[in-house]
């Protein structure tokens, strides 16, 4: 039973347009979500965050949006560029807990 | 370089054979995490330390598998008789609160 679900395993963006990659969840007592990026035999590499008393967070090129009554968090990218083109995760940390429950990642790919 | 830290980066080893993976922490996180990411999936988490304790281990974590924190610094994960099924990325993270940060993890291959 995934408790939070990356459905589209791949996506292909044009450079310089934005990337939307979104995450749905199950578990209504996830307290924090985190986004991941991850590249071929390297470990994932943190990009954002969100807690959930807010409903969006931005750093830089990258924005977290979370909707709690749909159970979805969406990451937008803008403007992406070639070096974006990674496996994102989406995770999610129950309240009082540490684990960090995963999606099963979105390939994103940025053509030039 | 400050980051979190793991050797080694790739170990081939024989069915039946014993490995011992080492995490170095980034140097104030307390808590320290061990996970397993297989093709296609996300990580799956195996064990937590908080400091020198191990607080919660997965059931995913057979009783092949060991792991040590001896003083609250750096980690060994230990799989014993190891098996093809162990083959995989084995990652370490270190935290002090919400945000775990990820080393370049270890890949396994169990031949």
């Known amino acids: 039973d995934q408790q939070v679900k990356q459905n589209s395993p791949s996506l292909s963006v044009q450079e310089g347009r934005i990337s939307i990659l979104n995450c749905d969840y199950t578990?209504?007592?996830?307290?924090?979500f985190l986004w991941y990026k991850k590249y071929p035999a390297e470990g994932p590499t943190f990009l954002i965050s969100i807690s959930s008393i807010k409903d969006k967070n931005e750093d830089g090129r990258f924005t977290v949006f979370l909707n709690k009554s749909a159970k979805h968090l969406s990451l937008h990218i803008v403007p992406s560029q070639p070096g974006d083109s990674a496996v994102y995760f989406c995770a999610a940390i129950p309240d009082s807990n540490y684990q960090l429950i995963w999606g099963a990642g979105t390939k994103l790919i940025i053509k030039p | 370089d400050t980051g979190v830290s793991q050797d080694p980066r790739h170990k081939i080893t024989k069915r039946g054979q014993n490995v011992t993976f080492r995490c170095d922490p980034i140097s104030e996180h307390n808590r320290l995490y061990w996970y397993r990411q297989t093709l296609g999936q996300g990580p799956e988490f195996l064990t937590y330390f908080q400091n020198e304790a191990q607080l919660e281990k997965s059931r995913l974590l057979s009783d092949r598998f060991s792991a040590e924190r001896p003083k609250g610094s750096f980690s060994t994960l230990e799989i014993q008789r190891t098996e093809q099924g162990d083959s995989a990325m084995y990652l370490c993270?270190?935290?002090?609160?919400?945000?775990?940060?990820f080393g370049p993890g270890t890949r396994l291959l169990v031949l």
């Open positions: 993270a270190s935290s002090t609160q919400e945000t775990q940060y």
């Open positions: 578990n209504s007592m996830f307290d924090y």
